[in-house]
């Protein structure tokens, strides 16, 4: 049988809240998502500065399990961000508290701003390391000691863990469990928390189509709108430039200085990311999905997402799938 493991995490005035609950709720569920019972797999403690009740940016209200000075030995230390984080005092206490734990503990991550904590400790000097796109440059410069690499979703060097944004903490999560139970149990996690498909620590931090909206004016942002709702459709570039109002040679070479590649290539990659979201969803028939996204036969579908991914998309699917397509896509084989 699996052994406890015994997860710490943070909690200080002004913690972003969905960086504390969303981990902490992923390990839930991958620990039976029943409150009544005992999970056999995860014990999650939220762990003080003090044992009163401390408030986050949102103005949620969380009592600790336990303090920094009489907190439990743990597996995994997480420290989420939030403001509150980056105040001196706060910041100095989780550091030294971080460091002398850090001996004892098998995995110390950061989510979002955590990083702040973290890399105040040290710890992270010399070692790959990520967090929130819009604080990467403060990061950088306020712990020179340390690589960001500010596009990864997260990252794991040695024992230690970082990830992007918010959310992404549930993805780093997600990972967690993966590393330790394996993927069936990571992909049953996910799917009981309807996160559309589990991203994998080397892509961006953003989908294909909101990097779209971000990078590009408002007519690109109109355009990522209507490209990504009916990717089926024959989206060519003379219709995408009169969609946003240019003439196909001024389209052409906007979005090509906004999105280093051309209308086509970035095309491609929206169809296939959708057809990976399709694909982890459960959806089985693979035909469809490369009708459904908008590429002309299905060998141009397979040629594409090997290209891009450097797998089939049927071995793509079969990494992600779970016990049960497993044994279904073994019983058609035989």
Known sequence: MAKLKRIGLLGFDGVAAIDLVGVLDT?????????????????????????????AESGLRMVPDATLKDAPAFDTIVVPGGAGLREEKVNAAVATWLRTRAKRTRRIV??????????????????????????????ARRFPRVKLEPDAIFIKDGAFYSSAGMTAGIDLALA??????????????????VVYMKRSGGQIQYSEPLRFQTRGSDRFANLAAAVAADL???????????????????????????????????LERLRLDAA???????????????????????????????????????????????????????????
């Open 232 to 266: 089926g459709s024959n989206w060519t570039v003379e219709s995408m430039a009169a969609h946003a109002g240019l003439s196909s040679r001024q389209f052409a070479r906007r979005f090509k200085n906004a999105f280093a590649e051309t209308p086509a290539a970035h």
């Open 276 to 334: 990976r979201q399709r694909m982890a969803s459960g959806e089985r028939d693979l035909a469809r999905i490369a009708h459904g996204c908008g590429f002309r036969s299905d060998d141009v579908f397979r040629r594409a997402f090997e290209r891009r991914f450097g797998v089939t998309p049927s071995a793509w699917r079969s990494r992600f799938a779970s016990p049960k397509e497993c044994t279904h896509d073994i019983a058609a084989h035989l």
């Open 176 to 193: 967690l469990v993966e590393e330790d139970h394996g993927p069936a149990l990571a992909l049953a996690t996910a799917r009981q928390l």
């Open 27 to 55: 390990f839930y569920v991958a620990g039976g998502n029943d409150w009544r019972k005992r999970s056999a797999l995860y014990e999650t403690v939220t762990v003080g500065l003090s044992a009163r009740a401390f408030r």
């Open 110 to 139: 950061s989510v979002c701003t955590g990083l702040y904590g973290l890399a105040a400790s040290g710890l992270l000097d010399g070692r790959r390391a990520t967090t929130h796109w819009a604080h990467a440059a403060d990061a």
